[in-house]
């Protein structure tokens, strides 16, 4: 099988996380930002991840994705499930313009796969710049306003549970924190980079405090 993906998408470290976790054979593939083609021929659609069965057959979908990567993969490692995940959704969607804002102009500077050509780079410039409504340049000179903006939220998060097993609530929460890992000037509460730490190991991903910008 193969996991076609992009490093920075939320969506798709959902995926990757839980086949990693369950222990499923597959390749994975970064495709470059700008390589529309290879997800038209895939799916009929630009969007990741994506997974291809050996049989040439192909899905969408993240939590599709996951679903079927947990059905596939090793039984002894158990996905728990949903508690507290909507919660969550609820206190960082109100702050969402904020770490667009934040994390899209990073996200082209810190050595991603794909983004290692300038087309690829310029690809999601553009688009992304559409959806924040102002340059990268622009929102990088506001980063202090929403820093702060996003600060008070993370101040606002509970103590969040250290697991012997992954959880869907980690599954939904982590790509969201592992994003805003790559911001400097962020304060996450230790039990929080605690909880970080510790599912970036159990789900053999990587965080962005090392590259934070």
């Not at 054979?25 to 930002?33: D, F, G, I, S, T």
């Not at 909507?86 to 904020?98: A, G, R, Y």
């Not at 959880?167 to 605690?194: A, E, W, Y």
């Amino acid at each position: 099988m193969k996991l076609y993906q992009y490093h920075h998408c939320p969506y798709c470290i959902r995926a990757d996380m839980v086949a990693n976790y369950k222990n499923v054979p597959h390749e994975k593939v970064y495709l470059l930002n700008d390589d529309e083609q290879s997800c038209f021929d895939l799916i009929g659609a630009k969007v990741c991840p994506i997974l291809q069965f050996d049989d040439g057959t192909a899905m969408k979908e993240s939590l599709d994705i996951v679903a079927k990567l947990d059905a596939l993969g090793d039984k002894a490692k158990v996905i728990s499930a949903l508690e507290d995940g909507d919660k969550f959704e609820q206190l960082f969607v109100k702050i969402k313009p904020s770490m667009r804002i934040l994390t899209y102009p990073r996200t082209i500077l810190i050595g991603l796969p794909e983004f290692e050509t300038q087309s690829a780079r310029d690809y999601f410039e553009g688009k992304k710049e559409k959806m924040i409504d102002m340059s990268f340049e622009q929102a990088t000179m506001q980063s202090a306003q929403h820093i702060g903006i996003v600060n008070a939220v993370l101040a606002q998060l509970p103590e969040l549970p250290i697991n012997a097993d992954l959880g869907m609530d980690d599954i939904l929460l982590f790509p969201t924190l592992r994003n805003l890992s790559m911001v400097k000037g962020l304060n996450f509460k230790p039990q929080t980079l605690d909880y970080m730490q510790h599912i970036a190991k159990l789900t053999n991903s990587e965080l962005y405090l090392a590259q934070a910008l």
